[in-house]
DNA sequence: CCTAGATTGTGAAGGATTTCACAAGCCCCA
DNA sequence: TGGGGCTTGTGAAATCCTTCACAATCTAGG
């Protein structure tokens, strides 16, 4: 779980910042299309749950986008904020794991419309080894490299039991995928040039927990 | 999404701090069924990808628990963070949403197993109301209200679409639900006194893309 | 009982992130 | 063309979080 360095720009841009760029990003959608031409970063704020000195730094990392006066463009800022996510391409994504929540994933619309491509599907149990999901049979694991070399998947998705979690995010690792998306319980050790995010489910409801607890 | 406040301890609680209490829980579990009677700060911090500093002041917040020149007791500080987080006793949970992800949810062990009771599950479906998931049919999600607070759930999980997700965690709020996993993309407003937590697919994947695109 | 070795608990320092506050710049309208 | 009203972009201040460093204290062993 690493790094979130620029490549020539020398800052390091601090994980909370791509959050709320991520979250900018969706409530620009839709205000254009809402007609919306142009949008301050006070509104973004706004609906954001933050503040607009907060909205305009964050973008200040990365240039200035937007005109005195007046605010941003919607549509040029848009294009930005997807730009420095990387969403003005499509990324290649392999999912490992289909059970009830690696089928659930490989199933969801939300992938392919925000640019993620499900190239590859992976399970150990023969019995769902060859059945389509969303248009992608379920190749068995075992030819996890070879096919995730071929297809030159970057992101993968991890939706398998805890105990072989850290097998299989070694194996990604090495046959080339360099962002796992995990959706189990205990964190992984991959190389520095990996990143990891996990969905953590219980940490998630201990959380919860924690602040009802200590109402 | 509110809020890390004590109660009577003045001090606020960094939303850090509770996730990694919330590792350190894990791996003392890990090393409780190893057979270790007493762990160091050291070497909790290894396995957490921390340093042992930030293990002792992030226990010191609650008490001190260890012993000088020995480290801590593996069960008394096992015992101690489950009740830190609320974990010495069992929450009710609903299910709110029985598509792909909410049944998955809902049939997933460790749910249970970690003291998160499943007591409704709710869908608007006519299909799907009457069917047992896991032991617990589906009710419809007419009688939200009035069947959340019969069950005195205090955990709500939201797994419906984006539309209707907003219009969901204010009936749950109003139905004395005071926390709330939600599994939809845009951001929910809530009373002051709900703790919401996301589990933002979209938003993952694009910190993902982030850190590929700018490697 | 005393010393060596280990580890905690915690103020204080350091670093990172957020917020403040204001000069600079843009648009509109007279 | 110039003034008023707004909003950006950004150093500086404030706040929050992590790391340092060390006194306090425990165990074990002779």
């Given at each position: 779980?690493?790094?979130?360095?620029?490549?020539?720009?020398?800052?390091?841009?601090?994980?909370?910042?791509?959050?709320?760029?991520?979250?900018?990003?969706?409530?620009?959608?839709?205000?254009?299309?809402?007609g919306r031409a142009t949008?301050?970063?006070?509104?973004?704020?706004?609906?954001?749950?933050?503040?607009?000195?907060?909205?305009?730094?964050?973008?200040?990392?990365?240039?200035?986008?937007?005109?005195?006066?007046?605010?941003?463009?919607?549509?040029?800022?848009?294009?930005?904020?997807?730009?420095?996510?990387?969403?003005?391409?499509?990324?290649?994504?392999?999912?490992?794991?289909?059970?009830?929540?690696?089928?659930?994933?490989?199933?969801?619309?939300?992938?392919?419309?925000?640019g993620f491509d499900v190239?590859?599907?992976?399970?150990?149990?023969?019995?769902?080894?060859?059945?389509?999901?969303?248009?992608?049979?379920?190749?068995?694991?075992?030819?996890?490299?070879?096919?995730?070399?071929?297809?030159?998947?970057?992101?993968?998705?991890?939706?398998?039991?805890?105990?072989?979690?850290?097998?299989?995010?070694?194996?990604?690792?090495?046959?080339?995928?360099?962002?796992?998306?995990?959706?189990?319980?205990?964190?992984?050790?991959?190389?520095?040039?990996?990143?990891?995010?996990?969905?953590?489910?219980?940490?998630?409801?201990?959380?919860?927990?924690?602040?009802?607890?200590?109402?």
């Amino acid at each position: 779980m690493k790094d979130f360095t620029s490549p020539i720009s020398v800052k390091r841009i601090a994980e909370p910042t791509v959050r709320r760029l991520s979250l900018y990003l969706r409530f620009l959608e839709d205000f254009e299309k809402a007609g919306r031409a142009t949008i301050s970063s006070g509104e973004l704020a706004h609906v954001g749950h933050t503040t607009s000195a907060q909205v305009r730094k964050d973008l200040s990392f990365f240039g200035s986008f937007g005109k005195r006066g007046l605010g941003y463009d919607t549509g040029a800022l848009t294009a930005q904020i997807r730009r420095i996510l990387g969403l003005d391409r499509t990324w290649k994504v392999v999912i490992v794991g289909a059970g009830k929540i690696g089928s659930a994933l490989a199933q969801h619309r939300g992938f392919r419309e925000r640019g993620f491509d499900v190239v590859g599907i992976f399970d150990v149990d023969p019995h769902r080894v060859g059945y389509m999901l969303d248009g992608v049979s379920i190749s068995d694991v075992k030819g996890l490299e070879a096919i995730v070399r071929r297809l030159e998947a970057e992101i993968a998705v991890l939706a398998v039991p805890p105990e072989v979690a850290q097998g299989i995010a070694t194996r990604l690792s090495k046959a080339g995928v360099h962002a796992i998306l995990d959706f189990s319980t205990e964190p992984l050790k991959v190389p520095a040039d990996v990143t990891v995010r996990s969905m953590n489910l219980a940490m998630e409801m201990e959380i919860l927990s924690f602040a009802l607890a200590n109402r």
